[in-house]
């Protein structure tokens, strides 16, 4: 399932951008989709997904800042983040997996989030 993130862009510390992700597909409301980031020569890591269970799970390092929602209707994936940190800095991926795989099998081309200090 092709997936399309946008959003990205250069902002200051402290302030918000808004990542979207569009599946160019069908995805079945039992997918689960998440975002996770790579930051240069750092290991990709789980930024926020929704499980099968409908539990939301945040990295410790962006809760309370980060807000993850999903618009099954629309076959799209948000991710609001306020206050932004430096350590930010990432190209943001979206993803998607079906409910009796562990792993993703889907990702998009990712985009880019670059917060200055």
């Known amino acids: 399932v092709p997936l399309v993130e946008s959003g990205g862009g250069s902002v200051q510390a402290g302030g918000s951008l808004t990542l979207s992700c569009v599946a160019s597909?069908?995805?079945?409301?039992?997918?689960?989709m998440g975002w996770f980031r790579q930051a240069p020569g750092k290991e990709r890591e789980g930024v926020a997904t929704l499980e099968e269970d409908g539990t939301i799970l945040y990295a410790q390092s962006v809760k309370g800042r980060f807000t993850i929602s999903k618009d099954n209707a629309k076959n799209t994936l948000d991710l609001q983040m306020n206050s932004l940190k430096p350590e930010d800095t990432a190209m943001y991926y979206c993803?998607?997996?079906?409910?009796?795989?562990?792993?993703?099998?889907?990702w998009g081309q990712g985009t880019q989030v670059t917060v200055s200090s």
């Open positions: 597909e069908y995805i079945d409301s039992s997918y689960c």
């Open positions: 993803a998607a997996r079906p409910p009796w795989k562990t792993s993703y099998s889907y």
